[in-house]
């Protein structure tokens, strides 16, 4: 089992700035792919940014150039640093992290998900 814990949502003028960040913890013995991902009110959840173990990035175009996905894996937790809010930014952000446990000599693969933190933009 790895739990996900985010962190450093709230609220935020449009223009401001929010970092995320996302800790996992339990028998982790690799992480593969780790992102965020957001669902706004009446929608389904999308995909925001991901980052792989070796650092490459994707992100939704909707996203492209304001928000940066980064990772330290010694701490196995991953930040989403968002610039230039937008209103339209309002979601809860959702973490996701998918690799291998390691238990008693025991290998598993793993896809966890975070709780959810809220994130609002508005004046």
């Known amino acids: 089992q790895v739990q996900l814990v985010e962190s450093g949502g709230g609220l935020v003028q449009p223009g401001g700035s929010l970092r995320l960040s996302c800790a996992a913890s339990?028998?982790?013995?690799?992480?593969?792919?780790m992102g965020w991902y957001r669902r706004a009110p009446g929608k389904q959840r999308e995909l925001v940014a991901t980052?792989?173990?070796?650092?490459?990035?994707d992100y939704a175009d909707s996203v492209k150039d304001r928000f940066t996905i980064s990772r330290d894996n010694a701490k196995n937790t991953v930040y989403l640093q968002m610039n230039s809010l937008k209103p339209e930014d309002t979601a809860v952000y959702y973490c996701?992290?998918?690799?291998?446990?390691?238990?008693?000599?025991?290998?598993?693969?793993?896809?966890?998900w975070g709780q959810g933190t809220q994130v609002t933009v508005s004046s």
């Open positions: 996701n992290a998918d690799g291998s446990t390691k238990n008693n000599y025991i290998y598993r693969p793993f896809n966890s």
């Open positions: 339990g028998h982790i013995f690799s992480i593969n792919t």
């Open positions: 980052i792989t173990g070796i650092g490459s990035t």
